[in-house]
T-cell receptor, first 114, second 113 residues
Framework: AQSVTQPDIHITVSEGASLELRCNYS??????LFWYVQSPGQGLQLLLK??????LVQGIKGFEAEFKRSQSSFNLRKPSVHWSDAAEYFC????????????FGTGTSLTVIP | DTGVSQDPRHKITKRGQNVTFRCDPI?????LYWYRQTLGQGPEFLTY????????KSRLLSDRFSAERPKGSFSTLEIQRTEQGDSAMYLC???????????FGPGTRLTVL
């Protein structure tokens, strides 16, 4: 069965520090992978996606993620966090063989300390 | 604004009442998805349409939940005989095709008293 695990429920970092949010997935075939960000009262905004090809993908707002098939991971990274990055981050896998319905992780809440 | 829109943004109802939510996808997107998000959880898939055809509905939470997309454009999600456990954010997303990114609307927050 498809599933996504985000092991870190909450992370606190200082502004300017680097960030890595972990995501592990379970899926039988090569997945579509996504990272979304959700700010309070806002909808889900796509940060980046992986469909195929280069395993290091670049997204908006300076985020990047690396697909590692051997580890079933798709971790999100940012070299220098800004206060405006404080939000909830969701990793999702698209089940390409069942209409691409998404399976989401439970999210990681990011707090940024000035 | 050409994004996904949802109406209403907030709905408060009493237990046992029926509610209906509307989703207008991005123009020309032929796929439309409904998700439910409860507090502290990620969105949970409910159902999806390709044009007017509902291709997956086994994940709807109960037979009190139904969705339609009669003309392949906007969609409605109805919950009959609401229960307090139905309180959640209901999200709609659309995409151009099966391999395309899903773009999400702002959601409808339902509170059942």
């Amino acid at each position: 069965a498809q599933s996504v695990t985000q092991p870190d429920i909450h992370i606190t970092v200082s502004e300017g520090a680097s960030l890595e949010l972990r995501c592990n997935y379970s899926y039988g075939a090569t997945p579509y992978l996504f990272w979304y960000v959700q700010s309070p009262g806002q909808g889900l905004q796509l940060l980046l996606k992986y469909f195929s090809g280069d395993t290091l993908v670049q997204g908006i707002k300076g985020f990047e993620a690396e697909f590692k098939r051997s580890q079933s991971s798709f971790n999100l990274r940012k070299p220098s966090v800004h206060w405006s990055d404080a939000a909830e981050y969701f990793c999702a896998v698209g089940a390409r063989d069942t209409g691409n319905q998404f399976y989401f992780g439970t999210g990681t809440s990011l707090t940024v300390i000035p | 604004d050409t994004g996904v829109s949802q109406d209403p943004r907030h709905k408060i109802t009493k237990r046992g009442q029926n509610v209906t939510f509307r989703c207008d996808p991005i123009s020309e997107h032929n796929r439309l998805y409904w998700y439910r998000q409860t507090l502290g959880q990620g969105p949970e898939f409910l159902t999806y349409f390709q044009n007017e055809a509902q291709l997956e509905k086994s994940r709807l939470l109960s037979d009190r939940f139904s969705a339609e997309r009669p003309k392949g454009s906007f969609s409605t999600l109805e919950i009959q005989r609401t229960e307090q456990g139905d309180s959640a954010m209901y999200l709609c997303a659309s995409s151009l095709g099966v391999t395309d990114t899903q773009y999400f609307g702002p959601g409808t927050r339902l509170t059942v008293l």
